[in-house]
């Protein structure tokens, strides 16, 4: 039922994106007189799943859900469609309008990528609001859950005050930036310290089981008891241990380190049960376990309830969402830049994380929000619409380069030059898309 979920999220939001995508294109085309002859939500490979003629164009859906297209006449593009080429240039195909008109029509697509991402950010921010913790009201510094950031020198309890010189004013702002972090300042112990971040940061986390990077601190809270733990009768589920060995506990991280020092001891403990305190002893096993699971994640609001943390509610008009949802999309935007040229910097190891649809799919929840539905599709639409301005023939940004050419040199690029730029363009694309899914293959077979 989860796979089945996930799928139809995965396969709304392509449809969509691509639907929109090629819409871009198809519109400016009508509007200057230009005929599409086909409009392909997923490629037609040999066949279609449905298709219906109307007026010269035909629009159907394939059954290969790489992509989709609009076959415009008189365009060299993916179809090779070389035969109508040798023809004499008619009033009604691409290469007899003038360079402007096709410019607009190969941008259309990813106008409407980002347009639709900001459109998604402004209606987010404006239904559901924003939810945030605050750094500021972190005030006992965060768990440093990741083995690689403890390597670059941080520690429970830092507060992390900037990343690249920015300052950082919501939790959830710092794992994004994390990833691509040169240089963090932190805050540890009333003084202000700056990390520099090895250069191939992303590789080393990537070669790491943990997915979380850094948590909030929580409560040591007992979730299980197994039968066979040797501390079964003296401990029960909701246990929250407040000391430990002589020592007040007010965190997870602060136990830890404690089981490690008394192994195969017996040690005191006092446990808060039912909000009566209670001493007990407890056996610490050869291994520095105490043979019980406890609560790795705790929600923000039951924290808050805990008087641990503070989640600031803030709503928004539909007036005051719009530079805040064009704002969120911004930085989204410049974020996948960052990631882009991190990728291009085989120094840094981020080609190493680049994933196909396998990657896109795993990205959706298991269960239906619309919440994250929407978040997803929008940052895909900026995905989608940079990708499509990387300046490779068959993309295109491709295309633009070429326009951009003519247009600033007053010379056409010959229709020969642009069909083998095409079957370059074409053979780079098969060689990214493999190698995007291959490393989702390799992942799903080795685990890395």
């Known amino acids: 039922m989860e796979f089945a979920i996930k799928l139809c999220q995965f396969l709304l939001s392509l449809s969509i994106l691509i639907v929109l995508h090629e819409l871009g294109h198809f519109i400016p085309a009508k509007l200057f007189k230009t005929r599409v002859e086909k409009f392909y939500l997923f490629f037609d490979v040999k066949f279609s799943l449905l298709k219906k003629k109307i007026g010269e164009t035909e629009y159907g859906i394939g059954w290969l859900p790489l992509g989709g297209y609009v076959k415009i006449a008189g365009m060299i593009d993916e179809s090779m469609d070389t035969e109508q080429m040798q023809g004499e240039p008619q009033a009604w195909e691409f290469r007899s309008k003038p360079a402007w008109q096709r410019l607009i029509i190969m941008l259309g697509g990813v106008i409407v990528n980002f347009i639709l991402a900001f459109i998604i950010y402004i209606g987010m921010t404006f239904y559901y609001g924003q939810e945030y913790i605050a750094t500021s009201d972190i005030k006992q510094g965060l768990w440093i859950t990741n083995p690689v950031l403890e390597k670059a020198g941080l520690r429970n309890g830092d507060k992390i005050v900037s990343i690249d010189k920015a300052p950082i004013e919501r939790y959830n702002e710092i794992a994004g930036h994390l990833v691509l972090a040169k240089e963090i300042t932190i805050n540890r112990q009333g003084k202000d310290t700056v990390l520099k971040m090895p250069e191939n940061l992303i590789d080393q986390l990537m070669k790491t089981e943990k997915g979380v990077l850094v948590n909030l601190r929580i409560p040591f809270i007992?979730?299980?008891?197994?039968?066979?733990?040797?501390?079964?009768?003296?401990?029960?589920?909701?246990?929250?241990?407040?000391?430990?060995?002589?020592?007040?506990?007010?965190?997870?991280?602060?136990?830890?380190?404690?089981?490690?020092?008394?192994?195969?001891?017996?040690?005191?403990?006092?446990?808060?049960?039912?909000?009566?305190?209670?001493?007990?002893?407890?056996?610490?096993?050869?291994?520095?376990?105490?043979?019980?699971?406890?609560?790795?994640?705790?929600?923000?609001?039951?924290?808050?309830?805990?008087?641990?943390?503070?989640?600031?509610?803030?709503?928004?008009?539909?007036?005051?969402?719009?530079?805040?949802?064009?704002?969120?999309?911004?930085?989204?935007?410049?974020?996948?830049?960052?990631?882009?040229?991190?990728?291009?910097?085989?120094?840094?190891?981020?080609?190493?994380?680049?994933?196909?649809?396998?990657?896109?799919?795993?990205?959706?929840?298991?269960?239906?929000?619309?919440?994250?539905?929407?978040?997803?599709?929008?940052?895909?639409?900026?995905?989608?619409?940079?990708?499509?301005?990387?300046?490779?023939?068959?993309?295109?940004?491709?295309?633009?380069?070429?326009?951009?050419?003519?247009?600033?040199?007053?010379?056409?690029?010959?229709?020969?030059?642009?069909?083998?730029?095409?079957?370059?363009?074409?053979?780079?694309?098969?060689?990214?898309?493999?190698?995007?899914?291959?490393?989702?293959?390799?992942?799903?077979?080795?685990?890395?």
Do not use: C
């Open 222 to 448: 007992i979730s299980e008891v197994p039968a066979n733990s040797p501390n079964k009768s003296v401990l029960k589920e909701k246990d929250i241990v407040t000391e430990f060995n002589g020592q007040k506990i007010t965190y997870v991280d602060q136990v830890l380190p404690l089981l490690k020092e008394n192994k195969g001891k017996k040690v005191a403990v006092v446990v808060k049960r039912n909000n009566v305190v209670t001493p007990l002893n407890v056996t610490i096993n050869k291994e520095g376990k105490m043979g019980i699971a406890y609560a790795s994640v705790i929600p923000a609001e039951d924290m808050e309830k805990m008087g641990l943390y503070t989640i600031q509610h803030e709503k928004f008009s539909f007036f005051e969402s719009i530079p805040i949802g064009i704002e969120t999309g911004i930085n989204q935007l410049t974020s996948y830049g960052r990631q882009l040229k991190a990728i291009f910097n085989p120094s840094t190891g981020a080609y190493k994380g680049v994933g196909g649809f396998g990657a896109i799919f795993k990205v959706f929840p298991s269960t239906w929000s619309w919440q994250a539905f929407w978040g997803i599709t929008a940052f895909l639409s900026i995905m989608l619409g940079v990708m499509n301005l990387l300046p490779i023939p068959a993309l295109d940004g491709g295309h633009v380069i070429f326009l951009l050419y003519e247009m600033i040199s007053g010379r056409k690029p010959s229709d020969k030059f642009l069909e083998k730029a095409q079957m370059v363009g074409f053979v780079i694309l098969i060689g990214l898309l493999l190698f995007a899914n291959g490393n989702d293959v390799y992942k799903a077979i080795f685990g890395k």
